[in-house]
């Protein structure tokens, strides 16, 4: 079954510290890859997506990703991170002929 | 600043009872989303439209939920009755195709309780 899996389930950094939040899908051929934060209350918001071209896919307020096709990896990236950066973070995938799936997101509180 | 509105936010209702949730799609995306939220299953796809018409419903449970688009302007998604393990945030995307998939904007949701 197609899977996208974040391995962390909350992850607690103070400010200024650097962040990677990792994605892992289960399926090759051609995907497109989304993050999406949500902030405490709020509805998902799209920080980044990569379609095709360079694997490092530079998104919203400060953060990165980069496709690893060989890994199956759409890892996300913050080299320094802030109190308001806490939210909870969402991979999806989409392969060229399915639906968006979604892992079961990453909670990341910064602490001030 | 065009963005997806949900209706209502917030509804608090008794099992059995009908629940009706609108969405108002960005004007000019074609295609409409509806999820599901909830902690144990984070979030699930249960219908999409594309220009209107309803391309993927199987994530949705058939005898209790209907989702329509009656026009381009209105999505709604429908339960009846309710039941308690309905509790969850429901949001509505729409999208645009973009290449050869859809880029999402999500609404604000609508969290339903059922009592």
């Known amino acids: 079954a197609q899977s996208v899996s974040q391995h962390n389930h909350h992850v607690i950094l103070s400010e200024a510290a650097s962040l990677e939040l990792g994605c892992n899908y289960s399926?090759?051929?051609?995907?497109?890859l989304f993050w999406y934060v949500q902030y405490p209350g709020q509805h998902l918001q799209l920080l980044l997506k990569y379609f095709s071209g360079d694997p490092l896919v530079k998104g919203i307020k400060g953060f990165e990703a980069e496709f690893i096709k060989s890994k199956f990896s759409f890892n996300l990236r913050k080299p320094s991170v802030q109190w308001s950066d806490t939210a909870e973070y969402f991979c999806?995938?989409?392969?060229?002929?399915?639906?968006?799936?979604f892992g079961k997101g990453t909670k990341l509180s910064v602490k001030p | 600043d065009a963005r997806v509105t949900q209706t209502p936010r917030h509804k608090v209702t008794e099992m059995g009872q009908e629940v009706t949730m609108r969405c108002q799609p960005i004007l000019g995306h074609n295609t409409v989303f509806w999820y599901r939220q909830t902690m144990m299953q984070g979030l699930e796809l249960l219908a999409y439209f594309r220009n209107r018409a309803p391309l993927d419903d199987s994530g949705m449970p058939k005898d209790r939920f209907s989702a329509e688009m009656p026009d381009a302007t209105l999505a709604t998604l429908k339960i009846q009755p309710s039941e308690p393990r309905d509790s969850a945030v429901y949001f509505c995307?729409?999208?645009?195709?973009?290449?050869?998939?859809?880029?999402?904007?999500f609404g604000p949701g609508t969290r339903l309780t059922v009592l």
């Open positions: 399926y090759g051929g051609t995907v497109n």
């Open positions: 995307a729409s999208g645009y195709r973009d290449g050869n998939t859809d880029t999402q904007y």
């Open positions: 999806a995938v989409k392969r060229s002929q399915g639906n968006l799936i």
